[in-house]
């Protein structure tokens, strides 16, 4: 598709306007936006109940609507996680790592942020980081072309230090969604 940034607006502003259902959603949307900003001065957490309720029905809404769509998407985007899982992707492993160091760097400067959450979070940066130079490290001395697929999955010891490494992410941001979870439970109920 060879289209400017201004002809791919025009298309947009051109798919809103031709049909009821799409000014329809367009309408909603505006009008959910400006309640939600009229909301910032009045701090109704009515209006923020509802909201929330508006979008959860939009959900529900598309759910219900397009549900043979909504399946082959999910299936879609699960095959994608497992082929990820099993066949990934250096180009997102070295994204994991800029994630990770905005990660580091947002600990580093968190003032709101325990004791015993930093030390777990340097804990496992500095082992993602070890992983991480790692394989570098041993890509380079092997020679391996990391755009090179075939020769990147022929080498065990570099997919394992990407598995390894994709592994331990996941384990560290499920145990920080609970721990936020827990902590928020604590401050509401405790």
């Known amino acids: 598709m060879d289209l400017s940034f201004l002809e791919k607006l025009g298309v947009i502003f051109q798919y809103v306007f031709s049909s009821f259902l799409s000014i329809e959603i367009f309408m909603l949307s505006l009008l959910l936006f400006i309640i939600l900003t009229v909301n910032l001065k009045r701090k109704n957490h009515f209006v923020e109940r509802l909201a929330i309720g508006v979008y959860i029905g939009f959900l529900i809404g598309i759910l219900i609507?397009?549900?043979t769509y909504v399946k082959t998407c999910v299936h879609s985007f699960v095959k994608a996680i497992m082929n990820y899982v099993y066949f990934p992707s250096t180009v997102i492993y070295f994204f994991i790592i800029v994630f990770v160091t905005t990660m580091i760097l947002w600990?580093?400067?968190?003032?709101?942020?325990?004791?015993f959450k930093k030390i777990f979070n340097y804990f496992f940066f500095s082992i993602l980081y070890f992983l991480f130079m790692?394989?570098?490290?041993?890509?380079?001395?092997?020679?391996?072309?990391?755009?090179?697929?075939?020769?990147l999955y022929?080498?065990?010891?570099i997919l394992c230090f990407v598995q390894i490494s994709n592994f331990i992410l996941l384990f560290w941001l499920v145990f920080t969604g609970f721990y936020h979870l827990y902590c928020f439970l604590k401050k509401k109920y405790g």
């Open 65 to 67: 609507s397009y549900t």
């Open 107 to 115: 600990t580093l400067f968190s003032k709101k942020m325990t004791l």
């Open 134 to 151: 790692s394989f570098v490290a041993l890509a380079a001395y092997d020679g391996v072309d990391l755009i090179d697929i075939a020769k």
């Open 154 to 157: 022929q080498n065990n010891t």
